[in-house]
């Protein structure tokens, strides 16, 4: 079984930095497409960004793209987020996913196997 944990959430005054990280156990790491997605209070969980099993190509949702980039490292079986420029907005629990089937950068919920439980992220004005 797949595990996903999350880390490096926090407080942050708004124009600051966070890098979340989410450390994989349990299945093949490198062969799996992953994924950023964040859920407000009282909103839908949505996409931020995903990258492919080789890190050549990634996707970033219009809100956060030129702030917010996804890495990858397969060797240490973590995937990156570096998240700059924050505004409260971006005030939201972070979840880390997995696909399996390793195709692409899919953007929707449904095409993830695997989710980690999250890590918050408070930007305040």
């Known amino acids: 079984q797949v595990q996903l944990v999350e880390s490096g959430g926090g407080l942050v005054q708004a124009g600051g930095s966070l890098r979340l990280s989410c450390a994989a156990s349990?299945?093949?790491?490198?062969?799996?497409?992953m994924a950023w997605f964040r859920r407000a209070p009282g909103k839908e969980r949505e996409f931020v960004s995903a990258?492919?099993?080789?890190?050549?190509?990634?996707h970033t949702s219009a809100s956060v793209r030129g702030r917010f980039t996804i890495s990858r490292d397969n060797a240490r079986n973590t995937v990156y987020l570096q998240m700059n420029s924050l505004n409260p907005e971006d005030t939201a629990t972070y979840y880390c996913?997995?696909?399996?089937?390793?195709?692409?950068?899919?953007?929707?919920?449904?095409?993830?196997?695997?989710w980690g439980q999250g890590t918050q992220v408070t930007v305040s004005s």
């Open positions: 990258i492919s099993r080789t890190a050549r190509t990634t």
């Open positions: 996913a997995a696909d399996r089937n390793g195709l692409g950068v899919p953007t929707r919920v449904v095409e993830y196997d695997y």
């Open positions: 349990g299945g093949t790491f490198s062969s799996y497409s």
